[in-house]
């Protein structure tokens, strides 16, 4: 199995940039599709974007569409996300996790995604 450690949180500025990454150990993450997934406090667990696991299907939010881009390195077995004109509604604890889907579109539903990370930080002050 896979774990996952996220980082790259942080306090920014409305209209700042942030890169998280979600570093994988155990098996490789090209077995893997990955999924970003955010959690504001009282509020439910959202999709934030997914990669497949060969990069080349990227489903994003409306919501961080076009402001955010998921990416991968299998060869680091590391995943990104990264978030640029950031909006103070983006704030949230922003997590990654692992599907060993085999199909081309990665899933967007966080049930299906069986391990996660720790989640990091992420505020946006207005």
């Known amino acids: 199995q896979v774990q996952l450690v996220e980082s790259g949180g942080g306090l920014v500025q409305a209209g700042d940039s942030l890169r998280l990454s979600c570093a994988a150990s155990?098996?490789?993450?090209?077995?893997?599709?990955v999924g970003w997934f955010r959690q504001a406090p009282g509020k439910e667990r959202e999709f934030v974007a997914a990669?497949?696991?060969?990069?080349?299907?990227?489903p994003y939010a409306d919501s961080v569409k076009g402001r955010f881009t998921i990416s991968r390195d299998n060869a680091k077995n590391t995943a990104y996300l990264q978030m640029n004109s950031l909006k103070p509604e983006d704030t949230a604890v922003y997590l990654c996790?692992?599907?060993?889907?085999?199909?081309?579109?990665?899933?967007?539903?966080?049930?299906?995604?069986?391990?996660w990370g720790q989640g990091t930080q992420v505020t946006v002050s207005s």
């Open positions: 996790a692992a599907d060993p889907h085999l199909g081309g579109v990665p899933r967007t539903t966080s049930s299906v995604y069986g391990y």
């Open positions: 155990g098996r490789a993450l090209y077995n893997y599709a």
């Open positions: 990669i497949s696991r060969s990069g080349a299907s990227t």
